[in-house]
C-alpha cells in the first residue's frame, strides 16, 4: 500500500489542474470569438450590416491600442490619432506602390506596413513625451497631435493636402487567389486581423512589461524602487499602442481606399477617448464594448438626426457621472448576483427605472430636437417628424409636453433609483452575510 501524497504535492497539482482549465477556458472565448465573426455576415442580412461591422472592427483594434496607454498604463493622451492616421496614410502610399511592376504586397499584408508605420513614430514622439506622466504628458500629446494635423495641411506630397491620398485595393497582387472587392470580403480580413490584434494586445498585458505598465500606473515610485524605469515601461507600452493605432489605420485605408487630415486630428483622438471611456478603461472587454456601441450610434443617429453628436457627448458625461467604470464595469458588478442567482430579483426594479429614465430622455431629446428645429429650419417650415410623428414644431403644446415628460421622468427616476439600488445591494450581498 503506497503512502498518501504529501499536502504540497498536493497543492501543485490542484494549481496545475486549475491552471490548465482556466487556459482551455480563455481558450474556448478566443475561439467563440472567432466563430461569431465568421457568422454575423450569415446572420445579420441588412444591407448596410457588413460595411458598419467593418467600421466596427477597425474600431475595436484601435480603442484597444488606446486602451493599452490609458487603461494599462495610465496615460492620457489626446492624439493617439496620430499614430492611426499616419499609419494609415503609410499604408495607402505603400498600396499605391503595389501591383504589376511594382511593389509585391497583398492586401492581407498591408495592416503590417500600417502598424511599422505607427510603431515608427510612436518611437519617435514616445522617446520624449514618455519622460513625464500625468497632465504632462496629456499636454505633449496634445501638442504633438496638433503639430501633425498642422503638416497635413503643409506636406501635401505625403498628407495629399485637403482632398487627402486614395488609393485601390484591386491593383495589389494577390495573395492565394484571395480578392477584396466587395465588403463582405474585406469584412473577413478585417475581422481576421481584429481577432489576432486583439488577441496580441490581451497576451501583452499579460507579459511581465504589461504587469508592470499596471505598476507604473499605480504608484511609479514604487516601481522604481524594485528596480524597474517607469520612463521605459511607459515607452514600451506607448510604442506598442503605436503600432496596433497603426494596424488599425491600415485596415481603414484598405476598407475606405482614402485618407485625409481628419484621420489624424484632434476628433478622430477624442472619438477613440469616448469609445474607451463608454467600453470601460478598467476591463480588457471595455474597449471593445465601447467601439461597437460608439459606432453604432455614429453610424445609426447620423441618420436621424442632425445632433447626434450632441447626445454622445451627453452619454459620455453620464458614463462618467453615473458609471465612470463604463459598460464593462456595469456588467462586472452584477456578477455577484448573478452568481448567487438573484438576477431576477433586480428585474422589477430595473424595469420600472428603465421605463421612468425612458420618459426623461424622450422629454430631452423632444425638446433638443425642437430647438434644432427651430434654429436651424426656415421659420415658413412649421412641421417635423420625430417619434414617427408629425409634430407642429411651433406651436406650444409639442414643447409644453415634451418638458412635461422630461420633469416628470425626472421625478420617477429620484424615486425609482434608490431602490433599484438597494434592490442590486440586497442581491449582491455574499451568501450568509446578514
Known sequence: ??????????????????????????????????????????????????????????????????????????????????????GGFIAAHVLNLAGPGGLYLPVPVLPLVGGLGGLLFAALFGSFSTRRAGTVFAMISLGVGELIAASSLIFDGFFGGEEGVTTNRTRAPLLLGLEFTTDRQVYYLIAGWALVAAALMYSFSRTPVGRMANAVRDNAERAEFVGYSA???????????????????????????????????????????????????????????????????????????????????????????????????????????????????????YALTALVALVTAAGVIGLLELVHFVVSTSPSRTTMRLFWMTVPARTLAPWLGFAAAAAAGALGVRWAAPRAAAAFAAASRPPGAP
Open 231 to 349: 520612463r521605459w515601461v511607459r515607452f514600451v507600452s506607448f510604442c506598442a499602442a503605436g503600432f496596433f493605432a497603426g494596424v488599425a489605420g491600415g485596415l481603414f485605408a484598405i476598407n475606405y481606399e482614402i485618407l485625409t487630415a481628419e484621420n489624424l486630428g484632434l476628433n478622430a483622438s477624442g472619438a477613440v477617448l469616448l469609445m474607451t471611456y463608454i467600453g470601460g478603461i478598467g476591463y480588457f472587454v471595455g474597449p471593445i464594448l465601447g467601439a461597437v456601441v460608439f459606432t453604432f450610434l455614429q453610424s445609426m443617429l447620423s441618420d436621424y438626426t442632425g445632433i447626434w453628436l450632441l447626445y454622445l457627448g451627453i452619454m459620455f458625461l453620464a458614463t462618467v457621472l453615473f458609471v465612470p467604470a463604463g459598460l464593462a464595469g456595469l456588467i462586472a458588478m452584477h456578477l455577484p448576483a448573478w452568481r448567487a442567482g438573484r438576477l431576477r430579483t433586480l428585474a422589477a426594479p
Open 1 to 86: 500500500m503506497s503512502a498518501p501524497a504529501p499536502a504540497t504535492t498536493r497543492h501543485v497539482e490542484v494549481a496545475a489542474t486549475a491552471s490548465w482549465t482556466h487556459r482551455l477556458r480563455r481558450l474556448g472565448v478566443w475561439l467563440a470569438a472567432g466563430a461569431l465573426l465568421l457568422a454575423l455576415p450569415h446572420v445579420v442580412r441588412n444591407p448596410v450590416a457588413v460595411p458598419v461591422m467593418n467600421q466596427m472592427g477597425i474600431a475595436v483594434v484601435f480603442a484597444l491600442s488606446y486602451n493599452m496607454l490609458l487603461g494599462q498604463g495610465g496615460m492620457l493622451s489626446f492624439g493617439h490619432a496620430v499614430y492611426f492616421g499616419l
